[in-house]
């Protein structure tokens, strides 16, 4: 039972490089989001998808691109990193509204 | 807009000591609230729940109620282990249609040290 499984655990990135975080469920939850955390600030939304094809801002979406072409994936794009984009990130997903919300294990990234 | 005030941290406790963790919250409504723990280099894992005022959500020891009247869901632990030194964090949920009821509202997060 994989449940949300989220790609790299740990990235260095140099300061101007794109990435993508990779996010994939297998609960066939219609509901996906990114969060980051940073110390002292608890975690903060950055986007969200409430199904394939539909995504929407959160808290902190500056600096971010999400698409949602599949249901089971939700990859968060990085489109020029800045060393304020050192955080950890977490995947979120949730069958529906009123359900548990499941989460990653995290990726670690540091942008040097 | 909805916001949730945990006690500021850290928190050093001796092995069997007693554990409350204070969390308030700001919200419309009967949001639903969630305490996660975060163990050491691990994700995020919910502890407990709670959907309704009165309710209360337990598990592996830990207790929290959902108290409208105070606003708060403070956590609760009769005997903390080594093992449970980690972050938590308080939550909520909004009672919302669509997308807003899927949405997290978290707090700083609060890491517990429990020494031997």
């Known amino acids: 039972n994989a449940g949300v499984t989220q790609t790299p655990k740990f990235q260095v990135l140099k300061t101007g490089q794109s990435m993508t975080l990779q996010c994939a469920q297998d609960m066939n939850h219609e509901y996906m989001s990114w969060y980051r955390q940073d110390p002292g600030m608890g975690l903060r939304l950055i986007h969200y998808s409430v199904g394939a094809g539909i995504t929407d801002q959160g808290e902190v979406p500056n600096g971010y691109n999400v698409s949602r072409s599949t249901t089971e994936d939700f990859p968060l794009r990085l489109l020029s990193a800045a060393p304020s984009q050192t955080s950890v990130y977490f995947c979120?997903?949730?069958?529906?509204?009123?359900?548990?919300?499941?989460f990653g294990e995290g990726s670690w990234l540091t942008v040097v | 807009g909805d916001s949730v005030t945990q006690m500021e941290g850290p928190v050093t406790l001796s092995e069997e000591a007693f554990l409350t963790i204070n969390c308030t919250y700001t919200a419309t409504g009967y949001p639903s609230l969630f305490w996660y723990v975060q163990y050491p280099g691990e994700g995020l894992q919910l502890l407990l729940k709670?959907?309704?005022?009165?309710d209360k959500g337990s598990n592996k020891g830990f207790e929290a109620t959902y108290r409208k009247e105070t606003t708060s869901f403070h956590l609760e632990k009769g005997s903390v282990q080594v093992s449970d030194s980690a972050v938590y964090f308080c939550a909520l949920r909004p009672l919302a249609r669509g997308a807003g009821s899927y949405q997290l509202t978290f707090g700083k997060g609060t890491k517990l040290s429990v020494i031997p």
């Open positions: 709670a959907t309704k005022a009165d």
């Open positions: 979120a997903s949730s069958y529906s509204a009123g359900n548990t919300i499941y």
